[in-house]
């Protein structure tokens, strides 16, 4: 099991992050400094294998995962008040 040195903390960040429909792969590479195929590692390592393969479901093809290919993200508000709400770091 790789572990990419995340803490448990942010190990939950990221696996809320990724069950969000509208936070796409590239916020959570930004924030987080993982690929995509990171990413899908640190849900494979620490979600039940059933759990896994629903996300992977639910995601694949999802235009919202994928800024390039989600053109409502950018018409999209964002409060300003959003990194105290959700502790992102990069908004």
């Known amino acids: 099991m790789r572990n990419f040195n995340l803490s448990d903390i942010d190990t939950d960040r ?14 959570i590479s ?7 195929n990171q990413i899908i590692s640190v849900m494979r390592n620490n979600l039940k294998n059933s759990s896994f393969i629903r996300w992977r479901k639910r995601v694949d093809n999802r235009k919202t995962k994928h800024t390039a ?3 409502a993200e950018k018409k999209r ?15």
């Open 14 to 27: 990221i696996i809320q992050m990724c069950w969000e429909d509208r936070t796409p792969f590239d916020v």
């Open 30 to 36: 930004k924030q987080f400094n993982l690929s995509e």
């Open 69 to 71: 290919l989600s053109s």
């Open 77 to 91: 508000f964002k409060s300003k008040s959003q990194r105290q709400i959700t502790l992102n770091k990069i908004s």
